[in-house]
């Protein structure tokens, strides 16, 4: 148990709607990062928020959007879905600070299917 | 980001050592080499991360070589729930992206 939650497990969605994935980080984490993993492939980056502000961004389209809040947990939201979009969604928070060595814990994910 | 290459999969027998090796040749001075794992259906979980010492935790054992261009995990006796996707992955240790690669697929057997 890393203590973060993603929520729903699986979601199942139609092409062209909008989708919100939720994510509780750490207790004493202030960085959220949230990554696509579709089947067989390792996770891709998307982004990563640090204090409310996004702080780095992988090769995603603006469809691909995110927000964190003062307790430290985010969402990602996803419009204009698109089949492809389809995949393991994941959330990651760490701790930002002098010393410490970006260890990242995951959470379970979210399983997205677009049909 | 340094570019890694690991085997696609691996197999060892329960209670034997795993070692898994990663070539990370282009690694800069300042990447560390972290390795991760993941479990079927699970988000992935770290396991133990080095700059140019060996290290240990209570997981695994982490062997860099000394030109840092490639590095080795082992675990000292693999079980059935050490089968998962093992990924090397060189980073800077500032809370930055991590870049997984497709891993080693590691599959412990009775």
């Known amino acids: 148990e890393t203590g973060v939650t993603q929520s729903p497990t699986h979601l199942i969605k139609t092409r062209g709607q909008q989708v919100t994935l939720r994510c509780s980080s750490q207790?004493?984490?202030?960085?959220v990062s949230w990554y696509q993993q579709a089947l067989g492939q390792g996770p891709q980056f998307i982004f990563q928020?640090?204090?409310?502000?996004?702080?780095g961004r992988g090769n995603f389209p603006p469809r691909f959007s995110g927000l964190q809040f003062p307790n430290y947990s985010s969402e990602l939201n996803v419009n204009a879905l698109e089949l492809d979009d389809s995949a393991l969604y994941l959330c990651a928070s760490s701790s930002s600070g002098t010393g410490v060595k970006n260890i990242q814990y995951f959470g379970a994910g979210t399983r997205l299917s677009v049909l | 980001d340094a570019k890694t290459t690991q085997p696609t999969s691996m197999d060892c027998a329960e209670g034997r050592a795993a070692n898994l090796p990663c070539n990370h040749s282009t690694i800069s001075g300042n990447e560390y080499v972290y390795w991760y794992r993941q479990i079927h259906s699970q988000g992935p979980q770290y396991i133990i991360h080095?700059?140019?010492n060996n290290e240990t935790n209570e997981m695994a054992s982490l062997i860099i070589t000394e030109d840092r261009k490639s590095s080795t995990l082992i675990l000292p006796h693999a079980t059935l729930r050490d089968t998962a996707v093992y990924y090397c992955i060189p980073n800077t240790g500032t809370a930055s992206k991590l870049t997984f690669g497709t891993g080693t697929r590691l599959q412990v057997t009775l």
């Open positions: 928020y640090y204090r409310e502000e996004e702080n």
């Open positions: 080095g700059l140019k």
């Open positions: 207790s004493g984490h202030n960085t």
